[in-house]
């Protein structure tokens, strides 16, 4: 069974611009979570999707947003880059009925220059 | 707030000992998890303990849960090369949500 898809793998931006990720969950897996990790403040919550619907938010500015389509894709933008918005990127998805564990995808590294 | 603590962060040992992490959260938690990150890799979940006294084992590796004291431990059981990563705990506070709080993660290395 496909794992959850991440896409791009890699990719290099410079200050200011802006980057849309993308996540393809399992199949059956309805709820997308997004996560940001980096070596100084750890594994971050981003924000989780349900149903095309934002469900939670963690603590990031306005600049981080994300969406999710009825087949349960989703993508996060991140506008006006920071250097301090590199990071790995890692999308989490899972079934909403069972025990809720959440599988992750591997991941999109993004370097701010 | 949830807070996740883990101890140590860094652990160092030799091939056929055993260890144990510990993992602590300040709130209420419905679900506990353990997971395993290999360097430049995505995360792998472990382990999912749903209620008190809950222990899960697989190969080397034996998770327990005690809500009363708000404790999750991961025992490694003589340890091998192979186990060298880092392993997370995360708690999800009762939320039954994909919101999760990690702790700082426990960096193994498990020398021949």
């Known amino acids: 069974k496909a794992g959850v898809t991440q896409t791009p793998r890699y990719l290099i931006k410079t200050r200011g611009q802006q980057v849309t990720l993308s996540c393809s969950p399992i199949?059956?897996?309805?709820?997308v979570s997004w996560y940001q990790q980096t070596p100084g403040q750890g594994l971050q919550f981003l924000f989780e999707?349900?149903?095309?619907?934002?469900?939670n938010k963690g603590n990031f500015p306005g600049r981080f947003s994300g969406r999710q389509f009825s087949n349960s894709r989703s993508e996060m933008n991140v506008s006006t880059l920071e250097l301090g918005d590199s990071a790995l990127y890692l999308c989490?998805?899972?079934?909403?009925?069972?025990?809720?564990?959440?599988?992750f995808g591997e991941g999109s590294r993004l370097t701010v220059l | 707030e949830l807070k996740v603590e883990q101890n140590p962060l860094f652990l160092s040992m030799q091939e056929g000992k055993n260890y144990t992490i510990y993992c602590n959260y300040s709130?209420?938690?419905?679900?506990l998890y353990w997971y395993r990150q290999d360097p430049g890799k995505s995360l792998e979940s472990l382990f999912v303990?749903?209620?008190?006294?809950a222990v899960k084992q697989e190969g080397r590796l034996m998770a327990s849960l005690d809500t009363k004291a708000r404790l999750s431990t991961l025992h490694i059981t003589a340890a091998v090369h192979d186990l060298s990563a880092t392993y997370f705990c995360?708690?999800?506070?009762?939320?039954?949500?994909?919101?999760?709080?990690f702790g700082q993660g426990t960096t193994l290395q498990v020398k021949p």
């Open positions: 995360a708690a999800d506070g009762s939320s039954n949500t994909g919101k999760l709080i």
């Open positions: 999707y349900f149903s095309e619907t934002q469900r």
């Open positions: 709130t209420t938690s419905d679900r």
């Open positions: 989490a998805t899972r079934r909403v009925w069972n025990t809720g564990e959440l599988f």
């Open positions: 303990l749903l209620s008190n006294g």
């Open positions: 199949s059956g897996h309805r709820s």
